[in-house]
Nanobody
Framework: QVQLVESGGGLVQAGGSLTLSCAASGSIFSINTMGWYRQSPGKQRELVAA???????NYGNSVKGRFTISRDNAKSTVSLQMNTLKPEDTAVYYC????????????WGQGTQVTVSS
């Protein structure tokens, strides 16, 4: 089992920046992909960004060029640098991990609220 603890959400004005962080503990050596999803009221959960243990990245179309995901394998942490934030980025952001051999997220963080005011 992997446990995830997120930090860094909050309120920011449009055009501003925030950084989210997520620390993993437990069976960390089984982690392949780390990433973030987000969900806002009335919308489906959507992939924001993901990064594999080898450093390969994947971004949702709506955040490409504005968000950057990074990972510290030694510390089992993943970060999401969010720049040029827009009101439509307002959502609860969830950290997740996918284990080696798995295709779906196996663990989720508790979620952190990001609110972007116009």
């Amino acid at each position: 089992q992997v446990q995830l603890v997120e930090s860094g959400g909050g309120l920011v004005q449009a055009g501003g920046s925030l950084t989210l962080s997520c620390a993993a503990s437990g069976s960390i050596f089984s982690i392949n992909t780390m990433g973030w999803y987000r969900q806002s009221p009335g919308k489906q959960r959507e992939l924001v960004a993901a990064i594999t243990s080898g450093g390969g990245t994947n971004y949702g179309n709506s955040v490409k060029g504005r968000f950057t995901i990074s990972r510290d394998n030694a510390k089992s942490t993943v970060s999401l640098q969010m720049n040029t934030l827009k009101p439509e980025d307002t959502a609860v952001y969830y950290c997740y991990v996918t284990l080696y051999g798995g295709r779906q997220p196996s663990s989720w963080g508790q979620g952190t609220q990001v609110t972007v005011s116009s």
